[in-house]
C-alpha cells in the first residue's frame, strides 16, 4: 500500500537543515580520512628507512621492512572500511537537499535509503565492536581462571 506522504515547510526546512550538517560531517570525515591516510604512508615510509638504516649498521631489519607493510595494508584496509559511512552520509546530503528543491519524492526516498545503509553500517560495526570486545574480555579472563583452580 503506498501513500503519498507530504512534507509540510517545517519538515523541508529541517531535512534541509539536516543535510547541510550531513554533508559538512562527510566531508570532514574525509578530510581526516585522508590526513589518517597520509600519516600512514608517511609511518610506512620512515620505518622502511629505519629498516635500512639497521641493515646497513649490519642488523637484521627484515621485521620492520614486514611490519611497514603489514601496517601500511590494515591501516590502508581500516580508512577504507570507515570511507564506507562516508560516502553514504554525502550520498544521503546530496539527494536530500535535491529532493527539496526539485520537490523529487524518488530522489527524497534514494536519500533516505542513503541514510538508513549509514546507520546500518555503524549499527553492524557496533555488534562487531561488542562482540570483540567480550571476546578479549573472555580471553583475558580465561588464563585466570585457569590458573587459580
Known amino acids: 500500500m503506498e ?17 547541510g550538517w550531513a554533508r559538512f560531517l ?14 600512514t604512508v608517511l609511518t610506512a615510509v620512515l620505518s622502511g628507512m629505519t629498516g ?14 614486514v611490519f611497514s607493510v603489514v601496517y601500511l595494508i590494515f591501516c590502508s584496509v581500516m580508512i577504507a572500511i570507515c570511507a564506507v559511512p562516508m560516502v553514504y552520509l554525502y550520498c544521503f546530503a ?29 549499527g553492524i560495526a557496533l555488534i562487531v565492536g561488542l562482540v570483540f570486545s567480550f571476546l578479549s574480555v573472555v580471553m583475558w579472563l580465561l588464563p585466570l581462571s585457569a590458573h587459580q583452580m
Open 3 to 19: 501513500h503519498d506522504m507530504k512534507l509540510g515547510d517545517d519538515a523541508r526546512g529541517f531535512l534541509y537543515r539536516a543535510a
Open 26 to 39: 562527510a566531508i570532514a570525515g574525509f578530510v581526516i580520512l585522508g590526513l589518517t591516510l597520509l600519516a
Open 52 to 65: 635500512r638504516i639497521m641493515t646497513e649498521a649490519g642488523t637484521n631489519a627484515e621485521l620492520v621492512n
Open 94 to 122: 546530496g539527494r536530500a537537499r535535491r529532493a527539496i528543491a526539485d520537490g523529487d519524492t524518488l530522489t527524497l526516498a534514494q536519500s533516505m535509503r542513503s541514510l538508513k545503509n549509514y546507520f546500518v553500517f555503524y
